[in-house]
């Protein structure tokens, strides 16, 4: 099975990066996939509008686990406005591709984040 999938999907799947949960996360985007079963949750702190610290939770396939992992990567340190512009193709590409049945698992690390940046940004907004 491992055949189809880049060395770099491998790595982020066997050490995924930043997993886990932030108890005290300033906002949570959950997102998921009935027909495959894939499950993601995203946290994030925010500082200075700024991502701070990334984590998620992940339960699916090793493409999802690895998509979740490198979201988190690309998000890091990037500007909310930054963060909402990262594409399901910038993780499949950054990943070294994903077979074509595996896309569906970048969308969902994409979706996961911009949905953990919109519920920030909601709370903002209710906050004012």
Same mark, same amino acid.
């Given at each position: 099975?491992?055949?189809?999938?880049?060395?770099?999907?491998?790595?982020?799947?066997?050490?995924?990066?930043?997993?886990?949960?932030?108890?005290?996360?300033?906002?949570?985007?959950?997102?998921?996939?009935?027909?495959?079963?894939?499950?993601?949750?995203?946290?994030?702190?925010?500082?200075?509008?700024?991502?701070?610290?990334?984590?998620?939770?992940?339960?699916?396939?090793?493409?999802?686990?690895?998509?979740?992992?490198?979201?988190?990567?690309?998000?890091?340190?990037?500007?909310?406005?930054?963060?909402?512009?990262?594409?399901?193709?910038?993780?499949?590409?950054? %990943?070294?591709? %994903?077979?074509?049945?595996?896309?569906?698992?970048?969308? %969902?690390?994409?979706?996961?984040?911009?949905?953990?940046?919109?519920?920030? %940004?909601?709370?903002?907004?209710?906050?004012?």
């Amino acid at each position: 099975m491992t055949g189809m999938y880049s060395e770099k999907v491998m790595e982020h799947f066997r050490k995924p990066k930043n997993m886990g949960k932030i108890e005290d996360a300033d906002a949570v985007g959950t997102v998921g996939n009935p027909v495959c079963g894939d499950l993601m949750t995203i946290y994030i702190k925010i500082k200075d509008n700024k991502i701070h610290d990334i984590k998620f939770q992940t339960f699916g396939c090793a493409a999802a686990i690895a998509t979740s992992s490198m979201i988190t990567e690309l998000a890091k340190g990037k500007t909310l406005d930054e963060a909402l512009k990262i594409t399901r193709d910038d993780v499949a590409n950054e %990943l070294n591709g %994903l077979p074509s049945i595996k896309m569906h698992c970048s969308n %969902l690390a994409a979706d996961a984040l911009h949905k953990a940046i919109k519920n920030y %940004l909601q709370k903002k907004e209710r906050e004012k």
